[in-house]
């Protein structure tokens, strides 16, 4: 393999000079530059980026945590982030951590890598343990904001966007609608559902608990909690799903189950199913464009100061399954 030294015999100049050349030293005199960069061309020299990460105290890489490397939304996601950091010849290195007690060790163990910047969707409700780490590069949440830690957040506009929803379906006439989340203390579930409430409360509807359910982490429970509400005795005519994994579950079962539906978070295919199904578009891509190019802000001027929370806003996409019609329609 060509070394530095075998580029520095080439082109008759010092192994410092090579490096500087590598490493974009303004002050290389353009002759000299020009010679250097012909004999690594001419050698085939690839610069030993393990040695450089040594040198310079960091890597190349941007390390990406993810509760789900599967889920359409995170992998939008990453692939956004991955292509963003990429333009400023960086690269990512992800990891997927669903269990909230895992996330520490594993989150710790990335850092330790000499990471350059950190993107992180958490999954635990405690993130103090960043703390020493912000001091030494920067950290960007997505999706849900940090607890226990100040840090920038890039986030969708869940409350807002769940109270339209609701919105738009009253005026369709159901005034009995239904909430499908996933877990009740995940803090995007909890804007949810808080959006759900004030939709109704604007649509002068009252809440029913019986039509406010949580699968867990189980989303395939979906098509069942759907089947019960509209089996009620005052069934529901209409429901939200608070997450796109769910709303994929139930929709191929939405032709035998008479409620609309819309769901949080749009799905490949959700435009192919009968009814199609309904849904906020959460704009991934948008969100990871987002959180990569204020890490990239970060790391170029870890001073600057910016407003620490950013809003991605999400798009209504009416489809077949909002448009039916509620029972006071």
Known sequence: MTSMRDVAQAAGVSLKTVSRVHNADPNVAPATRKRVEAAMKELGYLPNALATTF???TSPLVGVVVPSL???????????ID??????????????????????????????????????????????????????LPIVFVDRPPEGLDADVVLSDDL????????????????????IGNNADIT??????????????VAGLTEDPDLVTFHGDNPTLAPSIARAMASLSAPASALI??????AMALG????????????????????????SVAAIDQHPKDIGVQAATRLLARINDPDATFAPRLTVETTFVPRASSDIKGPAA
């Open 70 to 80: 599967t889920d359409h939304f995170f992998a939008s996601l990453v692939q956004a």
């Open 83 to 136: 292509a963003t950091v990429a333009g400023a010849e960086l690269m990512t290195i992800v990891a997927a951590i669903s269990d909230p007690n895992d996330e520490r060790n594993r989150v710790e163990a990335l850092l330790n890598r000499r990471l350059r910047g950190l993107v992180i969707a958490p999954a635990s409700h405690d993130h103090s343990y960043l703390a020493p780490w912000t001091a030494q």
């Open 252 to 275: 191929p079962e939405l032709k035998d189950i008479p409620v609309a539906a819309i769901s949080f978070g749009d799905f490949p295919l959700a435009d192919a199913l009968t009814p």
């Open 55 to 57: 040198r310079q105290g």
């Open 241 to 246: 799903c608070s997450n796109a994994r769910a």
């Open 160 to 179: 807002d966007a769940t109270q339209r929803a609701v919105t738009h379906l009253a005026a369709h006439g159901h005034t009995r609608i239904g909430f």
């Open 188 to 201: 995007t579930t909890q804007e949810r559902l808080r959006g759900y409430r004030q939709g109704l409360a």
